[in-house]
């Protein structure tokens, strides 16, 4: 599966944004879904999850009750919307699919395909 994620940009702190990620070559509803982000001179680190089977949900501490990822499989669609931003949420964020795993997982060495990244820049 090929995934592509878009719908980054610039906005100002408390800002919302949306960010989608396409998937082609496969549908995604075999697939757990998740969101990561990197900030310059920082590990990737996880920010959300979403179930395979029964769209159960899972966040980052630091992002919960801010963001919200969810999923449309009949148009091969994650979504990730960001509400109440903040300059520390600048990073590139990539979208990741997992086929492998049983559960959903925030462990990144278990998503097998990856999307290009696409910029945040939350500014203050």
């Known amino acids: 599966v090929q995934l592509q994620a878009f719908g980054g940009g610039l906005v100002q702190a408390g800002d919302s944004l949306r960010l989608s990620c396409a998937a082609s070559?496969?549908?995604?509803?075999?697939?757990?879904m998740g969101w990561f982000r990197q900030a310059p001179g920082k590990e990737r680190e996880f920010v959300a999850a979403?179930?395979?089977?029964?769209?159960?949900?899972n966040y980052a501490d630091s992002v919960k009750d801010r963001f919200t990822i969810s999923r449309d499989n009949a148009k091969n669609l994650v979504y990730l919307q960001m509400n109440s931003l903040k300059p520390e949420d600048t990073a590139v964020y990539y979208c990741?699919?997992?086929?492998?795993?049983?559960?959903?997982?925030?462990?990144?060495?278990?998503?097998?395909?990856w999307g290009q990244g696409t910029q945040v820049t939350v500014s203050s």
């Open positions: 979403i179930s395979r089977s029964d769209l159960s949900t």
């Open positions: 990741a699919a997992d086929r492998r795993s049983w559960i959903m997982t925030s462990d990144s060495s278990r998503y097998d395909y």
């Open positions: 070559g496969r549908t995604l509803s075999s697939y757990h």
